[in-house]
C-alpha cells in the first residue's frame, strides 16, 4: 500500500494541478501561433519600408511619424469615429428596445426570435445588391420615400454615414438583441413580482430592474461594438462596389479601408503595419472610454 502512495500522489497532482493547464493549453497554444506572433511581426515590419517584392530599409519610427502628419490617415480616423457613434448608439438602443418586445407574451414569439437571426445569416453579396439598390442615385428606395430623387448617398460626408450606419445597424442590431434577450431570460421573475405589488409601471420596471440587471450584458455588447465599428471595413466597401478608397474623397474611407489600401493596393507594408498599429491603439482608447462609460450609466461600482 505504501509503494502506492507516491503514484496516487502522483495521480491526484495531474488530475488537480496540471489538468486545468493541459485542458487550456490549446488556445493559447493557437494563440501564440496565430494571434501573438502576427502582431508582434507586425510591429516589426512597421518599423521597416517593407515591400512585397524588394528590398526592405531599416526606418525606426518613421513610419509613425509620417503617419501622425498623414492628413488621408487623421480623414480615415474622423470618418471611423463619426460613423461609429452614428451607428452604434442607436444599434445599442434599438437593440435593447427588441429585445424588451421579444422578452414579453405574445404570438409568435419563437418566429420573431428567430427572425432576427437572418441578416446575420444572409449573404453577403445579398446585402451589397439589396443596400445598393435601396441607397441607389436613380430610382432608389430610400431616395422615394424621402422625395429626395437624384441624391447621391455617396458624395458627402454624412450622407454615405447614414447609409453604411443603417447598413451596420441592420446586420448587428439583432446580435446584440439576442445576448439582451438572454440576459433578460435570467432575471428573476420576482423582482419584477414584487415590483408590480409595489405599483410600479411596466415602463418603471424596465428601467429600475431589467437595466440595472442587464449591466454586464450592456458592457460586453458595448465593448464588442466599439471593436466592430472602429475596425468596419466590409459595410463601406460593400456600399462603393469594392472601391477601398473610400469616394472620390475619401469621405467615408475608414481606417481598416486605409490600411488595406496602403498594404495590398500600393504594396507598403511597413507603412499599413503603421496604420493596424494605430488603429489598435485607437480602439483600445476608444474601448477604455466605452467602458467607463457604460459602468457609470449602470451604476456600476
Known sequence: MKQNRPLARAATWLDLKAAPYLLVSP?????????????????????????????REWLGLQNYSDLVV?????????????????ATVPQLLLALMLANALNKRM?????????????????????????GQLFARDYGAFNWLLGTDGLDWQAEKWTSWTAISVMVDWRWTGYNA????????????????????????????????TVPMLKPAIIFT?????????????????????????????????????MYENAFRDRDYGYASAVAWMLFLLILLVSFISFLF???IGGAK
Do not use: K
Open 27 to 55: 488556445y493559447f497554444i493557437l494563440f501564440a501561433i496565430f494571434g501573438l506572433f502576427p502582431l508582434c511581426f507586425t510591429v516589426w515590419v512597421s518599423l521597416h519600408d517593407w515591400e512585397l517584392a524588394g528590398d
Open 70 to 86: 498623414d492628413a488621408d490617415f487623421w480623414n480615415a480616423v474622423f470618418n471611423t469615429l463619426g460613423m461609429f457613434v452614428l
Open 107 to 131: 404570438r409568435f414569439r419563437l418566429l420573431y426570435r428567430l427572425g432576427i437571426l437572418v441578416p446575420m445569416v444572409t449573404s453577403i453579396v445579398a446585402v451589397a445588391v439589396v443596400f
Open 178 to 209: 439576442l445576448i439582451y434577450l438572454a440576459a433578460m431570460q435570467a432575471i428573476p421573475r420576482d423582482l419584477y413580482e414584487a415590483a408590480s405589488i409595489d405599483g410600479a409601471s411596466s415602463r418603471r420596471q424596465f428601467w429600475q430592474i
Open 222 to 258: 458595448t465593448l464588442t461594438s466599439t471593436i466592430g465599428g472602429l475596425s468596419l471595413f466590409t459595410e463601406p466597401v460593400m456600399f462603393a462596389q469594392g472601391d477601398v478608397g473610400g469616394g472620390s474623397l475619401g469621405q467615408f474611407q475608414t481606417v481598416a479601408m486605409y
Open 294 to 296: 457604460t459602468r457609470r
